[in-house]
């Protein structure tokens, strides 16, 4: 009977939702889209604002104004551009005046993936070019997240650091200052460097598990990047997954090298971190 009773009590809420977003205002459908999208588990992290608006702690910064985009359903506005008509600038944001956005949750959605998917594109094509100009296409991959929050840069552990070790290893500190000097490109995002091993259990006295390890080696890299290239260590966060998100087939070696890998991931600003 409470599961039922819990039940009828969410229908009911969710009805009452939609009654009220029935007539809609520019600052109501906000504040539902972006509850609807972090109800979906798809955002995580905590919240920002970029200029005015509502600030949404639970994972998902405000889209402003969405009526000044253009989106496949015929809505007319205008594109974020800087100086250079294509680079985006996320500090370039002008405030306009509200209007109603004429439109559903699905819509916003789609809005918002566009968005995120166009400036996740540009993103990653000035990551590719930085990465030819240094000459890092031996030592890194790059992807982008299939939801467009974030694009990665990908270094195999052995290239900066011995086995069961996780200090930076000499040869490693030219490398990794280069891609600092990438990162620091991307200067007011959020980045997060992501420490993997493989699954062979750890004989070190020095880490209690993969778990130590991988968190150990991600730490040391960011504060090696934020030490040796200056970045605001308020932008990069560090964490380690240990044997727990393999790449490869941890039963032959090639896989397990593979796994043994750092992963820096630069978010862009409507991913919510």
Not at 73 to 89: A, L
Not at 181 to 199: A, K, V
Request: proline residues 3%; aromatic residues 10%; contains cysteine.
């Amino acid at each position: 009977m409470n599961t039922f009773a819990d039940l009828m009590n969410l229908l009911l809420c969710f009805f009452v939702m939609l009654f009220a977003a029935s007539e809609v205002d520019a600052n109501k459908f906000q504040e539902i889209a972006i509850s609807m999208s972090n109800s979906i588990g798809i955002f995580d992290g905590g919240g920002k604002a970029f200029g005015e608006g509502p600030l949404i702690s639970s994972g998902m910064s405000q889209l402003n104004n969405l009526d000044q985009y253009t989106t496949n359903m015929g809505k007319q506005g205008h594109e974020i551009k800087t100086e250079d008509e294509g680079e985006y600038d996320p500090t370039s944001q002008e405030n306009t005046e509200d209007s109603d956005f004429q439109g559903s949750l699905g819509e916003a959605y789609e809005l918002m993936q566009e968005k995120m998917e166009e400036i996740s594109g540009e993103m990653y094509g000035t990551l590719e070019t930085l990465t030819d100009d240094y000459n890092l296409g031996d030592y890194v991959e790059l992807s982008i997240d299939p939801e467009f929050r974030y694009i990665q840069l990908s270094m195999k552990g052995s290239i900066l650091f011995k086995s069961g070790k996780a200090d930076i290893i000499t040869e490693a500190r030219p490398i990794l200052s280069k891609i600092g000097d990438i990162l620091n490109e991307f200067e007011g995002y959020t980045i997060e460097l992501i420490g993997h091993t493989d699954n062979v259990p750890m004989t070190s006295p020095t880490f209690k598990d993969n778990n130590w390890l991988s968190s150990a080696r991600a730490l040391n890299a960011a504060e090696f990047l934020i030490e040796n290239n200056k970045l605001n260590p308020q932008n990069v966060k560090y964490s380690g997954r240990g044997e727990y998100e393999p790449i490869a087939d941890n039963d032959t070696s090639i896989g397990r090298s593979k796994n043994r890998r750092i992963e820096i991931r630069i978010f862009n600003e409507y991913s919510g971190r």
